[in-house]
Nanobody, 123 residues
Framework: QVQLVESGGGLVQAGGSLTLSCAAS????????MGWFRQAPGKEREFVAT????????RYHDSVKARFTISRDNAKNTVYLQMNSLKVEDTAVYYC????????????????WGHGTQVTVSS
């Protein structure tokens, strides 16, 4: 079992920045890829970004490319999502998740999920 806890969400004005963190505990000896997803009110959860265990493979949803950066520190069992130039449409609950599949963008490829952190971008 792997437990994931997100933090760093909050309220920010459009154009601002936030950095989300996701701390993993439990069975962290397995080399999981990590992903971020988000769910806006009234919408389905969608893929945001993913990073392989070694950090060599990253993928992003087109809507966040060049604005968001995913990174990880395996010594701290933590993955980050740096979000810049935030837009109102980035408002959502952000979830991190763990997968044994590098580069996965489908929810079904992820085995463990956090409870999410709210990001609200005001105009």
């Amino acid at each position: 079992q792997v437990q994931l806890v997100e933090s760093g969400g909050g309220l920010v004005q459009a154009g601002g920045s936030l950095t989300l963190s996701c701390a993993a505990s439990g069975r962290t000896s397995i080399k999981y890829a990590m992903g971020w997803f988000r769910q806006a009110p009234g919408k389905e959860r969608e893929f945001v970004a993913t990073i392989s265990w070694g950090g060599l493979i990253t993928r992003y949803h087109d809507s966040v490319k060049a604005r968001f950066t995913i990174s990880r520190d395996n010594a701290k069992n933590t993955v980050y999502l740096q979000m810049n130039s935030l837009k109102v449409e980035d408002t959502a609950v952000y979830y991190c998740a763990a997968s044994v599949v590098a580069g996965a963008s489908s929810e079904s490829d992820y085995d463990y999920w956090g409870h999410g952190t709210q990001v609200t971008v005001s105009s």
